[in-house]
């Protein structure tokens, strides 16, 4: 492969192996140009931006012959949209191809209604600036999973589209055959019966509330493995509540919160999966009740991110402590005074 670059964009050349004819024009991009993700691939040749014998072909399916030679035109990156914002960060670690953040409270992930600025996105666009190799042909981050806008703990995002493809095959699969884990810490009304256990149920949007997802047959499946950490014991002596460690195998939305809630351990300070549990709170010591109400989220962090480099094959693992107002209600949830 060759290449050229100028201020309008790169130019590559891929000349066809004898192997390689009789194979479509999208598949032997996709293998000689792994730097290019397959939609932006195909979205190039149906732009006309790739050749053959100075001849566009806009027909991803295009078989090529052996010896044929592929030029492809990609334009320069275009601005991000939306637009970067200089709002501080807490990296936990940063590279040329991927950055993994310690995500706050609050921190919406995506612009969408409501929520149009103040995002990771426009933070990630300005602190990365020109390192992002535009993902789809846009300067953007690759957000590959996302965490809710009060949910606390670690993300990755992908600078390129080589790490983009890694990333999302890594989420994909969730473990099953690579190294991705991704980790959490759960505050859950009362204890469960047993030391650990795996709630395997599929999840999709409630049929009425829209807003929320609900345990749904017919819905995609969502595998959650749960273990008890810590129990806490209300003013009475007896057990109220529990931290649990959680790893997830699948990665639906809202999956710990709905799975919890699901088996009758809904999560501290849920207020759309635990509403009925509000008056557990009678059964805190007064400082524990002080924390929870002064929590005004649900008592979840994600601790824990494995995955595997997307250019170096690493195995990199990040853990990330507890922010201070799940400390406070732990360390209130021991005392029952």
């Known amino acids: 492969m060759q290449g050229s670059s100028s201020k309008s964009g790169q130019r590559l050349e891929v000349t066809v192996a004898g ?25 190039l040749i149906l732009a006309g931006s790739v050749s053959i014998k100075s001849v566009p072909v ?3 399916a295009y078989h090529v012959a052996g010896g044929d030679t592929i030029t492809i035109d990609v334009p320069e990156a275009v ?17 040329d191809d991927i950055i993994v953040i310690d995500k706050p409270r609050g921190l919406v992930v995506h612009p969408a209604a409501g929520h149009e600025t103040g995002t990771l996105v426009n933070a990630l666009i300005a602190h990365c600036g020109a390192s992002l190799s535009g993902i789809g042909g846009v300067r953007r981050p690759g957000i590959v999973h996302r965490l809710d806008k009060d ?23 969730h473990g099953r055959t690579g190294a991705m884990r991704r980790g959490y810490k759960a505050f859950v009304w009362d204890l469960p019966n047993r030391q650990r256990g795996t709630v395997d149920a599929p999840i999709d949007r409630h049929p009425f509330a829209r807003e929320k ?6 819905g995609r499946e969502a595998i959650t493995h749960w273990e008890i950490e810590e129990s806490f014991d209300g003013r009475d ?79 990199l693992h ?3 402590h507890l922010p201070e ?13």
């Open 325 to 337: 107002d799940l400390l406070l209600l732990q360390k209130t949830l021991r005392a029952t005074e």
């Open 213 to 218: 997802m609900a345990v749904r047959e017919g």
């Open 318 to 320: 990040w853990e990330s």
């Open 58 to 60: 806009r027909d991803p």
């Open 237 to 315: 002596g007896k057990p109220v509540a529990a931290l649990l460690a959680c790893q997830l195998e699948t990665g639906r939305t809202h999956q710990i919160r709905v799975h919890l809630a699901h088996i009758g351990h809904p999560l501290l300070g849920d207020g759309v999966y635990g509403p009925h549990f509000k008056t557990k709170a009678s059964h805190l010591g007064p400082r524990s009740q002080a924390a929870l109400a002064a929590l005004g989220r649900q008592a979840l962090h994600a601790y824990l991110l494995a995955l595997e480099h997307p250019r170096t094959g690493e195995i």
């Open 79 to 95: 601005a991000a949209e939306p637009a970067g914002e200089a709002i501080a960060l807490d990296i936990v670690y940063e590279d």
């Open 151 to 173: 949910t606390t703990g670690l993300m990755v995002a992908a600078k390129n589209d080589r790490a983009h493809q890694s990333l999302t095959a890594q989420f994909a699969d």
């Open 19 to 43: 192997d390689e004819g009789s194979t479509r024009l999208d598949r032997v991009l996709a293998v000689r140009l792994p730097e290019l993700s397959r939609s932006r691939l195909k979205a």
